[in-house]
């Protein structure tokens, strides 16, 4: 260690701003159907868990 000399720079840090996405960005893309949350058939659960 050397007495005098600079070991760090203190200096600020610039904001980085983040782009808000528009809302509805897709609208009209695609559509999810009613049933979207609907519990799967037992045979497929069953594919996907491995139960």
Known sequence: M???K???EIRQI???VKQLQ???LCAGEFT???D???LL???IL???EGT
């Open 41 to 43: 058939p037992k045979d």
């Open 46 to 48: 069953t594919a996907f």
């Open 32 to 34: 999810v159907p009613d």
């Open 6 to 8: 600079p070991v760090a």
């Open 36 to 38: 979207f949350d609907t």
């Open 14 to 16: 610039s904001p980085t």
């Open 2 to 4: 050397q007495t005098g």
């Open 22 to 24: 528009p809302f509805a």
